[in-house]
């Protein structure tokens, strides 16, 4: 059973870099037709697609969080990281982690909640 | 840029009601639909993908339809585990990026 779970600060200061990492277990990162996503959720609102990256490297981003974000791949500790550069109060949300492919995305991290405040 | 609607916002049913969720893509995306259903404190739950086929384990009450920028989530028969939030997402690996729809709150009427 592939499961997936995020990490990282939970608190992080304006202007500074979010950084979270998802750990995948219970499957290769490397194996399959598979992409990696990051989605985010303040509280009380929708669903927003941050990004994904797939295992050979290949990444997509939101248009409007592209100037800040970078999705990164580790296939030997098989994690996949996002970096959110010059955080404001509008980053705070919950984070997820999921795999995707051309049958949606089967498998999410269960959330972790990061809170830009000084 | 591809942009996603549903509707209605916010749906109050009863327990055996039949329901039916749309969600409208402001370009074509032939089938390249999964519904989502979260509920408070939860990761989203996959039901639905390529716009029709059920995700294994999901019960056969939940089904999807459409193509090219019209789809709908159909429940036959709201059940008490129902009650949550409806996104639909639109994606595909030739997409620059893949877009949730704003989503759809099914609640107790």
């Known amino acids: 059973q592939v499961q997936l779970q995020e990490s990282g600060p939970g608190l992080v200061k304006p202007s500074q870099t979010l950084s979270l990492t998802c750990t995948v277990s219970g499957g290769s990162i490397s194996s399959g037709s598979y992409y990696w996503s990051w989605i985010r959720q303040p509280a009380g609102k929708g669903l927003e697609w941050i990004g994904r990256?797939?295992?050979?490297?290949?990444?997509n981003y939101n248009p409007s969080l592209k100037s800040r974000v970078t999705i990164s791949v580790d296939t030997s500790k098989n994690q996949f990281s996002l970096k959110l550069s010059s955080v404001t109060a509008a980053d705070t949300a919950v984070y997820y982690c999921?795999?995707?492919?051309?049958?949606?995305?089967?498998?999410w991290g269960q959330g972790t909640l990061v809170t830009v405040s000084s | 840029d591809i942009q996603m609607t549903q509707s209605p916002s916010t749906l109050s049913a009863s327990v055996g009601d039949r329901v039916t969720i749309t969600c409208r893509a402001s370009q074509s995306i032939s089938s390249w639909l999964a519904w989502y259903q979260q509920k408070p404190g939860k990761a989203p739950k996959l039901l639905i993908y390529?716009?029709?086929s059920l995700e294994s384990g999901v019960p056969s009450r939940f089904s999807g339809s459409g193509s090219g920028t019209e789809f709908t989530l159909t429940i036959s028969s709201l059940q008490p585990d129902d009650f949550a939030t409806y996104y639909c997402?639109?994606?595909?690996?030739?997409?620059?990026?893949?877009?949730f729809g704003p989503g759809t709150k099914v609640d107790i009427k």
């Open positions: 390529k716009a029709s």
């Open positions: 997402q639109q994606y595909n690996s030739y997409s620059l990026r893949c877009t």
């Open positions: 999921a795999r995707g492919d051309s049958s949606g995305s089967d498998y």
């Open positions: 990256i797939y295992t050979s490297g290949s990444t």
